[in-house]
């Protein structure tokens, strides 16, 4: 158990609905990211949060946003759902913001029917 | 930008046999590299790390060790076990121009080891 912990473990929903998933990071870590892992793209980052501030974004469609909360944990929103987006959503933590390792949560499998 | 290539899978061993997986980086600063092991259904979990040049990082039998001048940091195990089937991802972290940091994954290795 890395204590990260992801909730649903599992979601479907429909073409062009809206989802939220939440993570709270370790207990004592600040930075918190979120990673996609789909068959054909591999693991992508998407986003990081350090204490409440977003500090850097990768392949984040416009379609969807993420904040970090002053308790520290994190929400990663999708919308306008796409059969495409299906896939396995993970969130990491760390303590420090910069050149560290990440401890994963077990993801969110994400499927849009 | 930065960028990790392994070696294509499956790989296939017998039980007790020496398990080499190659992992070699792209990175224009000076990055931390990891393994990740992610078994079936789960998360991915910190196999080992390690952060400069020659150091050399160790966890469960495995070993890598940072080399910046062929830069690569492949895995090694002497024995393996049914147990150790799994995907292996090499990883650097590295810090952004514009401030953060993330983590660049390789493509993984999908490990199976039969008795």
């Known amino acids: 158990d890395s204590g990260v912990t992801q909730t649903p473990k599992h979601l479907i929903t429909a073409t062009g609905q809206r989802v939220t998933l939440r993570c709270s990071p370790r207990?004592?870590?600040?930075?918190v990211y979120w990673y996609q892992q789909s068959l054909d793209q591999g693991l992508q980052f998407l986003i990081q949060y350090y204490n409440g501030e977003e500090r850097a974004k990768g392949n984040i469609l416009e379609r969807f946003s993420a904040q970090q909360f002053p308790d520290l944990h994190s929400e990663l929103n999708l919308s306008s759902l796409e059969l495409g987006d299906s896939a396995l959503y993970f969130c990491?933590?760390?303590?420090?913001?910069?050149?560290?390792?990440?401890?994963f949560g077990q993801g969110t499998r994400l499927t849009v029917v | 930008g930065d960028s990790v290539t392994q070696m294509e899978g499956p790989v296939t061993l017998s039980e007790e046999a020496f398990l080499t997986i190659n992992c070699t980086y792209t990175?224009?600063?000076?990055?931390?590299l990891f393994w990740y092991v992610q078994y079936p259904g789960e998360g991915l979990q910190l196999l080992l790390k390690a952060t400069k040049a020659d150091d050399k990082g160790s966890n469960k039998g495995f070993e890598a060790t940072y080399r910046k001048e062929t830069t690569s940091f492949h895995l090694e195990k002497g024995s393996v076990q049914v147990s150790d089937s799994a995907v292996y991802f090499c990883?650097?972290?590295?810090?952004?121009?514009?401030?953060?940091?993330?983590?660049?994954f390789g493509t993984g290795t999908q490990l199976k080891v039969e008795l």
């Open positions: 990491a933590s760390s303590v420090q913001e910069l050149n560290t390792e990440a401890f």
């Open positions: 990175a224009t600063g000076y990055p931390s």
């Open positions: 990883a650097l972290s590295d810090i952004l121009t514009g401030g953060g940091n993330k983590l660049t």
């Open positions: 207990s004592g870590d600040l930075s």
